[in-house]
Every structure is written in structure tokens, then in C-alpha cells.
Nanobody
Framework: VQLVESGGGLVQPGGSLRLSCQAS????????MGWFRQAPGKEREFVAQ????????FYKDSVRGRFTISRDYAKNMVYLQMNSLKPEDTAVYYC????????????????WGQGTQVTVSF
């Protein structure tokens, strides 16, 4: 099983980034997918999730309206489009997978990616 993130980097406040996650080694269509993040000295926190069917999407309150999660079943990819970025969005972002339904609780996640750094700063 592999989840490989890409797309992180340094961006100024108000800018945009698109994170990608390539999934392999499991039946992608059977898993809820999502993104978590972890800032220095803080717990890993839920950011966004998309159901295995794609029909249910849920966001952390502070990113709703700025971030958009999506998935491509043909490519086994998950994306996180991040707009209007703020310094408080700075963190390592992790792709996550859980069988059937994704959880917002990190200890309930089945598979993790290695993370990609997002830094929002002038």
C-alpha cells in the first residue's frame, strides 16, 4: 500500500496550491479518502474528506470555502485545491485512507502518506 503526496511548497498569503495523492496497493473505490495536517508542536488534525462514492464531502470549519477535495477513480488520485491560503495553514499535509468511511480521528485511519510540507509566508 502506498499513498504518495506531492504539490507542497512555499506560497505567499492569499496564494494557492494544489496537493495530489497517488494511491496504490489497495482497492481505491472501496476507501474513503482525505487529508490531515500537522503543524509544529501540534496534534495531527483533520482537514477534508471525500466518501468512497464521492457523494459526501466534509471540511474542517476553518478551510471550508477555501479548500476543495476531489478524487479521480481512473487515476487513483486524490486532490486538495487550496485557495486564499493563510499563515495558519502552514503544516505538513498527509493523505489518508480508511476502508469504507473515512474518519476525522487520526487513530482510526488505515493508511497514511509520508506528508508534504506547505508553508504560507511572505
Amino acid at each position: 500500500v502506498q499513498l504518495v503526496e506531492s504539490g507542497g511548497g512555499l506560497v505567499q498569503p492569499g496564494g494557492s496550491l494544489r496537493l495530489s495523492c497517488q494511491a496504490s496497493g489497495f482497492t481505491f473505490d472501496d476507501y474513503g479518502m482525505g487529508w490531515f495536517r500537522q503543524a509544529p508542536g501540534k496534534e495531527r488534525e483533520f482537514v477534508a474528506q471525500i466518501a468512497k462514492s464521492g457523494g459526501y464531502i466534509f471540511y474542517k470549519d476553518s478551510v471550508r470555502g477555501r479548500f476543495t477535495i476531489s478524487r479521480d477513480y481512473a487515476k487513483n488520485m486524490v486532490y486538495l485545491q487550496m485557495n486564499s491560503l493563510k499563515p495558519e495553514d502552514t503544516a505538513v499535509y498527509y493523505c489518508a485512507a480508511r476502508y469504507s468511511i473515512l474518519s476525522t480521528i487520526s487513530r482510526e485511519i488505515d493508511f497514511w502518506g509520508q506528508g508534504t510540507q506547505v508553508t504560507v509566508s511572505f
